[in-house]
């Protein structure tokens, strides 16, 4: 069989399997496309991508597809193979509402409202859709940007609207904050322009990509942890916090080094290319407490700015307003420590990846997690059990990937091994911490496969 570009057969038949649905809703002769985009797994460069410094993920050969076709309502309709999540249909208008927090379709609405706020001008057709996929949710896989990028590109195809995958990339991240995260673009970037065997060295502002031939006798064990990392309520706030914390970390450090218009502790890498992560916190430490109020007063005081311009600017406005808990203190010092080494640990794990050293990758990866564990605190006991036991099996390196608080691990391992990686995982974590349930699931070998694309599937039949 002749397959598309980028498209594997059981992502085709998923596709002509989600067409027969879509085609009973709309007339004989429309149309229809689909659109696969994949999940990630991050290799290394956790919670930097919103600071602006650079991650090192691969797109998976697990993807979400949307199958679409005009409508002539000016409507998104929407529904899903999985009964879990309930079919919707909205209005295609300037400013789209949000569902309520933690609906699923607000990841559709976030899509659509890119493409409308990227193409102002024009007036945009309805569509409806069907979506089918197998990145697990809640896993710490990108799930959610999956959706988004499939549903964008498909709205895009269906509108004869078309951008590089760089613009797209760049669009599309940012429409996901329609949801309430902050998040920075590393899943949108790599589900776009993710490459087969290949994993991606991503800078941003602009955004740039790199790709590193993953070496031939590397494997990636990835596990989920069966803890859900609900990205809608606790754990979004937590994501949202440490935006916060990260940011204030950036400014005081930008004041202590004059210079001027710091945001992101990426302002201050690229100024000071010279000064190591060593010598940032070092400043840090001498400009600033280690924790800082929540309610920005004391805060405002070391930046020499109004507690209100501070608020404002940190916090944002309606919607996406991020609240804090006032009776946590901010944590300055530990975060920018992680970020700004795991900076370093990016760096370093991309020049060792192409080289093919995997044991030292793997130690990257190990000091990557104890940083996310102890510095981020953003692991948890069952992530760090689940780790210890990837280690155990002979793993080279093991961390939690994405945003942590439940969720995925990765394990780089010598592909011989990945057996009794598998093995040790199954024995040290799933049969202590889910019993009776099967693992396998739950844990797979993943493979660095190819970034988003969209068929017409009239021609592709
Ligand atoms: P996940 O694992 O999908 O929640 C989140 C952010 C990323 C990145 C990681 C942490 C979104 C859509 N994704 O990923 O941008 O910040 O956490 O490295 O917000």
Not at 121 to 129: C, E, V, Y
Not at 226 to 242: I, L, M, P, T, W
Not at 437 to 447: G, K, M
Request: aromatic letters at 4%.
């Amino acid at each position: 069989m002749n397959l598309p570009d980028g498209w594997d057969a059981e992502e085709l038949a998923r596709a002509k399997r989600l067409a027969v649905q879509v085609r009973a809703s709309v007339s004989d002769d429309a149309q229809i496309f689909a659109a696969r985009a994949p999940g990630r797994v991050n290799l290394i460069g956790e919670h930097t991508d919103y600071s602006g410094l650079p991650v090192l993920p691969v797109a998976i050969d697990r993807s979400t597809i949307v199958v679409a076709a005009a409508n002539t309502t000016r409507e998104i309709e929407v529904s899903n193979v999985d009964p879990a999540w309930p079919s919707r249909r909205f209005a295609i208008e300037r400013q789209i509402p949000p569902y309520a927090t933690g609906d699923w379709a607000n990841y559709v609405k976030a899509a659509i409202q890119g493409v409308i706020d990227h193409f102002a001008a024009r007036q945009l057709r309805g569509m409806s859709i069907v979506v089918g996929s197998t990145v697990p949710p809640a896993s710490g896989l990108s799930s959610s940007s999956a959706l988004t990028v499939s549903t964008a590109i498909s709205f895009m195809a269906i509108n004869g609207l078309e951008l590089e995958p760089i613009e797209t990339a760049t669009m599309v991240a940012r429409s996901e904050r329609y949801v309430g995260t902050h998040g920075g673009g590393m899943d949108q970037a790599v589900s776009i322009l993710g490459r087969r065997d290949h994993a991606l060295f991503i800078e941003f502002d602009p955004l740039r990509v790199r790709a590193i031939k993953m070496p031939a006798n590397a494997a990636l064990v990835v596990a989920d942890s069966q803890e859900v990392a609900d990205k809608s309520g606790k754990v979004r706030a937590e994501y949202n916090r440490r935006v916060v914390e990260c940011s204030l970390a950036a400014r005081i450090l930008g004041r202590a080094l004059d210079l001027d218009g710091v945001k992101i502790l990426g302002d201050v890498v690229r100024a000071l290319p010279n000064l190591s992560a060593a010598n940032l916190v070092e400043k840090l430490a001498g400009a600033s407490p280690q924790r800082l109020d929540p309610d920005l007063k004391e805060a405002a005081n070391v930046l020499g700015v109004s507690q209100m311009k501070l608020d404002a600017e940190l916090l944002g406005h309606d919607s996406t307003r991020i609240e804090l808990d006032p009776n946590r203190p901010l944590e300055i010092l530990k975060r920018a420590r992680h970020v700004l080494t795991e900076t370093e640990r990016v760096i370093r794990a991309a020049g060792v990846l192409e080289a093919g050293r995997l044991d030292e990758m793997g130690k990257l990866m190990n000091a990557s997690h104890a940083s996310l564990a102890q510095d981020f605190q953003c692991s948890t006991h069952r992530l760090d059990a689940l780790v210890e036991s990837a280690r155990r099996g002979g793993a080279l390196g093991a961390r939690l990937t994405g945003a942590g608080f439940g969720g995925s691990i990765v394990a780089l391992c010598d592909a011989p091994n990945a057996g009794a990686v598998i093995e040790s995982i199954d024995r040290g974590y799933y049969e202590k911490f889910t019993p009776g349930a099967s693992p396998e699931n739950l844990r797979a070998v993943l493979h660095a496969g190819p970034g988003a694309s969209v068929i017409d599937l009239s021609v592709n039949a």
